[in-house]
């Protein structure tokens, strides 16, 4: 079975896996992917994640799974969050 799509859900807001997540997108190992990566969340939260920690990536919203491309960053929109690292 080959595999083609990789599904990312954001979880919890307050956590430092966006970060993680925007340091792998800046890497060279993201750059040779061949897969669909697929996040699905609030681009709200992730773009306020991304300026608050000073990471400058391209989404490409979508609105099915069948819509993404390849060698980039597939959002699908789940849920609406106001505020990101707040305790």
């Known amino acids: 079975m080959r595999i083609n799509k990789i599904i990312i859900i954001l979880g919890e807001p ?14 060279k190992e ?12 609030s681009i709200t939260l992730l773009q306020k994640q991304m300026k ?3 990471f400058n990536l391209n989404l490409k919203l979508i609105n099915n799974i069948n819509d ?10 789940a849920k609406q969050y106001s505020r990101c690292f707040q305790a």
């Open 14 to 27: 307050q956590s430092i896996f966006s970060e993680i997540l925007f340091k792998y997108f800046n890497s």
């Open 30 to 41: 993201f750059s040779k992917n061949k897969k669909k990566i697929i996040l699905i969340g």
């Open 52 to 54: 608050k920690l000073k």
């Open 68 to 77: 993404a491309k390849n060698n980039g960053i597939n959002l699908e929109i």
